[in-house]
T-cell receptor, first 115, second 110 residues
Framework: DTGVSQDPRHKITKRGQNVTFRCDPI?????LYWYRQTLGQGPEFLTY????????KSRLLSDRFSAERPKGSFSTLEIQRTEQGDSAMYLC?????????????FGPGTRLLVL | QKEVEQDPGPLSVPEGAIVSLNCTYSNSAFQYFMWYRQYSRKGPELLMYTYSSGNKEDGRFTAQVDKSSKYISLFIRDSQPSDSATYLC??????????FGTGTRLQVFP
């Protein structure tokens, strides 16, 4: 499978616990994006990387959230001290840049439930 | 005011109908326009991509952008039950940091 993959697909945790999600982009893609999607809403941008450099972070990304892409390949998104409001689908997408005609290809998402 | 507005539906149509899905956006500087389809509990899948104004056709799907009225449309001809999904419009200054609508849930019944 050459698409974007995410792991785990589902995560249930208790409030206050830390969680970490992984995203493996399409192999030749140098840009990687994280989004959050809550029920009945469209995805909301969180952050993106070009290779290993984190180029932009949304104001939605509080200091409890951290994302890394250490070798410019896979990425991790960690949420510390989870809150019930963090319950959402976390989506990863990738693309190759700069290429004006390219757009983002999404993974299946990680669904987080904070109890 | 949200940057992208989209009627959440649900929109229910019979098989074979022509479906019209629409979004409006607020920033006239947006240049890139996409439509994604999202099945339940799956990630969004890119359907159509357009740059600037005009029409783009791909099989049963036609995307239309009217920058003068800041209006984005997706038309689905000969709709099928397999088209039942949520359709998300997205736009932005570039292809990074996409701004999505809330999505319109479409149900095509046999």
């Amino acid at each position: 499978d050459t698409g974007v993959s995410q792991d785990p697909r589902h995560k249930i945790t208790k409030r206050g616990q830390n969680v970490t999600f992984r995203c493996d982009p399409i192999s030749e893609h140098n840009r990687l994006y994280w989004y959050r999607q809550t029920l009945g809403q469209g995805p909301e941008f969180l952050t993106y990387f070009q290779n290993e450099a984190q180029l932009e972070k949304s104001r939605l990304l509080s200091d409890r959230f951290s994302a890394e892409r250490p070798k410019g390949s896979f990425s991790t998104l960690e949420i510390q001290r989870t809150e019930q409001g963090d319950s959402a689908m976390y989506l990863c997408a990738s693309t190759s840049a700069p290429a004006r005609q390219e757009t983002q290809y999404f993974g299946p998402g990680t669904r987080l439930l904070v109890l | 005011q949200k940057e992208v507005e989209q009627d959440p539906g649900p929109l229910s149509v019979p098989e074979g109908a022509i479906v019209s899905l629409n979004c409006t956006y607020s920033n006239s500087a947006f240049q890139y326009f996409m439509w994604y389809r999202q099945y339940s509990r799956k990630g969004p899948e890119l359907l159509m991509y357009t740059y600037s104004s005009g029409n783009k056709e791909d099989g049963r799907f036609t995307a239309q952008v009217d920058k003068s009225s800041k209006y984005i449309s997706l038309f689905i001809r000969d709709s099928q039950p397999s088209d039942s999904a949520t359709y998300l419009c997205a736009t932005g200054f570039n292809t990074d940091k996409l701004i999505f609508g809330t999505g319109t849930r479409l149900q095509v019944f046999p």
